[in-house]
C-alpha cells in the first residue's frame, strides 16, 4: 500500500471515529431524557422497533468481523476497508438513535416519571449537522492538493450543503415562531451569515475545479475557516434552553435502568471506536503482532456487548411502549408530526433530495441552480454566484414582495386614508426588519 492510500485510509478512519465519539457524547455520555426525533425513527413501524434494534446489532458485529477479515489483506484491500468503515460508522450511529430512544421509552414509562416537552429546535438535529459540516470543513482543509480529486470534492462539498440546509431550515422556522423581535433578527442574521460564508466556499470550490493550484487550495482552506466558525455559532445559539424544550424527568430507579441500556450501548460503540482506531494504526504500522490481537479483542467486545444490549431489551415490551408513546404525543399535540417534518423531513432540504454517496453518481442535472449541479458542471457558467446560499434572503425578499403587491392591492379597492395608513406603516416596519 503506498504512501497516498495510507492517507486516505487513516483519514477515514480518524473522520468516522471523530463522528461517532461525537454523536456518542451528544446521545449516550449526556444521559439527556429526551427522544431523538431522526427520519428513521420517524417512520419506523411501532412494531419493528426490537426487530430494529437486533438486526443493527446484527450488522454490527458482521461489519467488524467483515472489516477484520479484509485487514488481513490491507495492501491489497484498502478501498474495501474505507468502505467498510464508513458503512460501520454509519450504522453505529443510526444504532445509537434507536437505543437512545428505546431507552427514553422504558425510563418515562416508570411511575413517577415525565415525558419531554418538544420545543421549537431539535437539539440533536442541530448538533449532529453541525458535526457533520465541521468534519467536512476539516476534511477539505487537511487533504493534499494531489489527493483532493473531484469525486472527493463532490462528496465533501454535498455533505456540507446538505446540513447547512438542515440548520437553516430549523432556525429560519424557529426565528418565525419567537415572539422577540430581537430573537427574530438574531436568527436572521445567524443564517444569513452561515449562508454567506458556505456561498464563498462553494465558490472557491468552484473555481478550484476549473484550475486546480496552490492559489486555489489556499483559497478553499482559509474560506473553510467562516464556515465552520458561523456555522458552531448558529449552533451555539440555537441549542441554548429558551429553544430546545424541557428534559423528562426521571427517578432513581429508572434512571438507573437509563444508566445500565446506554452504558451497554456504549460498551458496543467504544470498542468499534477502538476497532476503527487500530485499523488507522496499522496503515502505518502493518508488521507489529500486536495491533492484530487488538483487533480480535474489540470484535469479541462487541459481540459481547451485542448479546448484553439483546437481553436487556428482551424484559420490556418495547414495541408496546412505542405504541403507547405516540399515542399520548397525538393526544397531546396533534400537531407534532407536523412540527418533527419541518425538522426532519427530506423536503425540508432545499439542496439534494438525497445524500447518500452512492446516489451522488445517479444524481440527474437539475435544471435549477442546486449546489450540485453548480458543483458539478463548472463548465456550464462563466461566474460564480456565491449567493447560492441565501435561501433565507431569497423567502424573506419574496414575501416582502407579495406582501406589499397585496397591501397595493387592497389600497387601490378601498380608497380609504386608514388602509393606506396602515400598510405603509406596515411596510417601513418590513423595511426597517
Known amino acids: ?58 450488522s454490527i458485529t458482521q461489519l467488524s468481523q467483515t472489516l477484520v477479515s479484509n ?50 429546535i431539535d437539539k440533536y438535529s442541530v448538533c449532529y449537522s453541525g458535526l457533520e459540516i465541521k468534519l467536512s470543513c476539516f476534511r477539505l482543509k487537511r487533504t493534499r492538493i494531489d489527493e483532493l480529486s473531484p469525486q472527493i470534492i463532490i462528496d465533501l462539498c454535498s455533505n456540507i450543503s446538505k446540513h447547512i440546509a438542515v440548520i437553516t431550515d430549523i432556525c429560519r422556522t424557529a426565528g418565525q415562531n419567537v415572539k422577540d423581535e430581537g430573537l427574530q ?25 476549473s484550475n486546480p493550484n496552490i492559489t486555489q487550495h489556499s483559497r478553499v482552506m482559509v474560506f473553510c475557516e467562516p464556515v465552520i466558525a458561523s456555522s458552531q455559532a448558529l449552533v451555539s445559539f440555537a441549542t441554548e434552553k429558551d429553544f430546545n424544550g424541557c428534559e423528562g424527568s426521571l427517578t432513581v430507579q429508572s434512571r ?12 458496543v460503540v467504544s470498542a468499534s471506536i477502538q476497532l476503527c482506531k487500530t485499523v488507522r494504526d496499522l496503515t502505518y504500522d502493518m508488521i507489529t503482532s500486536h495491533h492484530r490481537e487488538r483487533l480480535k479483542s474489540c470484535t469479541e467486545a462487541i459481540s459481547h456487548g451485542a448479546v448484553k444490549l439483546v437481553k436487556i431489551f428482551d424484559d420490556y415490551d418495547i414495541n408496546k411502549l412505542f405504541s403507547d408513546y405516540r ?13 418533527n417534518d419541518r425538522f426532519c423531513s427530506k423536503q425540508s432540504l432545499p439542496f439534494l433530495p438525497d445524500m447518500s454517496l452512492s446516489s451522488l453518481h445517479t444524481l440527474p442535472m437539475l435544471p435549477s441552480p442546486t ?46 386614508s386608514d388602509n393606506s395608513t396602515s400598510f405603509s406603516s406596515s411596510e417601513n416596519s418590513l423595511a426597517s426588519r
Request: with cysteine; glycine share 2%; hydrophobic share 35%.
Open 1 to 58: 500500500m503506498n504512501a497516498s492510500s495510507s492517507r486516505t485510509l487513516a483519514a477515514t478512519c480518524e473522520s468516522c471515529t471523530t463522528k461517532i465519539q461525537g454523536v456518542a457524547e451528544m446521545l449516550l455520555l449526556s444521559c439527556c431524557v429526551r427522544p431523538v426525533l431522526t427520519e428513521t425513527i420517524r417512520f419506523l413501524p411501532s412494531e419493528k422497533l426490537h426487530d430494529s434494534i437486533t438486526s443493527t446489532l446484527r
Open 71 to 120: 485487514v488481513h489483506m490491507i495492501s491489497a484491500k484498502w478501498i474495501e476497508i474505507c468502505d467498510s468503515v464508513e458503512e460501520l460508522s454509519s450504522v453505529l450511529i443510526k444504532f445509537m438513535e434507536i437505543i437512545c430512544h428505546a431507552c427514553y421509552l422504558i425510563t418515562v414509562n416508570f411511575a413517577k416519571c415525565t415525558l419531554a416537552e418538544t420545543g421549537l
Open 185 to 209: 433578527d438574531q436568527f436572521k442574521l445567524s443564517v444569513k451569515s452561515v449562508t454567506c460564508a458556505a456561498g464563498c466556499l462553494i465558490a472557491s470550490i468552484k473555481s478550484y475545479k
Open 256 to 267: 438507573d435502568v437509563q444508566k445500565r441500556i446506554l452504558g451497554s450501548c456504549m460498551s
Open 327 to 339: 399515542a399520548k404525543q397525538d393526544e397531546k399535540s396533534p400537531d407534532l408530526s407536523t412540527l
Open 371 to 416: 449546489l450540485v449541479s453548480r458543483s458539478i458542471d463548472s463548465s456550464s457558467t462563466s461566474s460564480v454566484e456565491t449567493n447560492s446560499f441565501l435561501l433565507y434572503s431569497e423567502d424573506e425578499q419574496s414575501h416582502s414582495v407579495n406582501e406589499r403587491n397585496h397591501g397595493d392591492q387592497s389600497n387601490s379597492q378601498g380608497h380609504h
